[in-house]
T-cell receptor
Framework: NAGVTQTPKFQVLKTGQSMTLQCAQD?????MSWYRQDPGMGLRLIHY???????DQGEVPNGYNVSRSTTEDFPLRLLSAAPSQTSVYFC????????????FGPGTRLTVL | DAKTTQPNSMESNEEEPVHLPCNHS???????IHWYRQLPSQGPEYVIH???SNVNNRMASLAIAEDRKSSTLILHRATLRDAAVYYC?????????????FGKGTLLTVNP
């Protein structure tokens, strides 16, 4: 199993550009989520999905869109990048249930100029 | 939402035990207590979880107070590779669609 994979590892954007951060998992997990982590801070939940075709907002959803057309993939779209979106983005997946272990990807470091 | 309180930082010496505390006084009866850690420049990784009883695995032990209002993550012999931010997290939400809400965690420094 590759676990949770994310691409790209690094990205630099100009203000106003759009892009998609890719996330995939091969563990057949129903639940997937996106977090962002700013320097010296904990992780904040952006969006999450409890299964294909179902998504919901987390703590900081503004400026981001998600979709979940398959169990494996959960891309995160930045519609019009802003410097405030400079951060490290982590994708995660887990099984359902109270004891589900969450697996994280290696992260995408995004800089918006 | 049930919240947790952890010290901002702790220090330990290599090969000594480390006890990382977590307070969660508003925990509900069905909330699991999860611990994750984040090594430098990596994504968080699962350490251990528990509900009521103490738990052991190859990485650590979790001691849960009888009233479940606090817990302690125990690293039996700290190594330099254990230097990380440790997050104590309660399940946030009911059923299977819960969210894991990460706070700032405890930064553990391990001295050689």
């Amino acid at each position: 199993n590759a676990g949770v994979t994310q691409t790209p590892k690094f990205q630099v954007l100009k203000t106003g550009q759009s892009m998609t951060l890719q996330c995939a998992q091969d563990m057949n997990h129903e639940y997937m989520s996106w977090y962002r982590q700013d320097p010296g801070m904990g992780l904040r939940l952006i969006h999450y999905s409890v299964g294909a075709g179902i998504t919901d907002q987390g703590e900081v959803p503004n400026g981001y869109n998600v979709s979940r057309s398959t169990t494996e993939d959960f891309p995160l779209r930045l519609l019009s990048a802003a410097p405030s979106q400079t951060s490290v983005y982590f994708c995660a997946s887990r099984t359902s249930g109270g004891a589900g272990t969450q697996y994280f990807g290696p992260g995408t470091r995004l800089t918006v100029l | 939402d049930a919240k947790t309180t952890q010290p901002n930082s702790m220090e330990s010496n290599e090969e000594e035990p480390v006890h990382l505390p977590c307070n969660h006084s508003t925990i509900s009866g069905t909330d699991y207590i999860h611990w994750y850690r984040q090594l430098p420049s990596q994504g968080p990784e699962y350490v251990i979880h528990g509900l009521t009883s103490n738990v052991n695995n190859r990485m650590a032990s979790l001691a849960i107070a009888e009233d479940r209002k606090s817990s302690t993550l125990i690293l039996h012999r700290a190594t330099l590779r254990d230097a990380a931010v440790y997050y104590c997290i309660l399940r946030d939400g009911g059923g299977s669609n819960y969210k894991l809400t990460f706070g700032k965690g405890t930064l553990l420094t391990v001295n050689p």
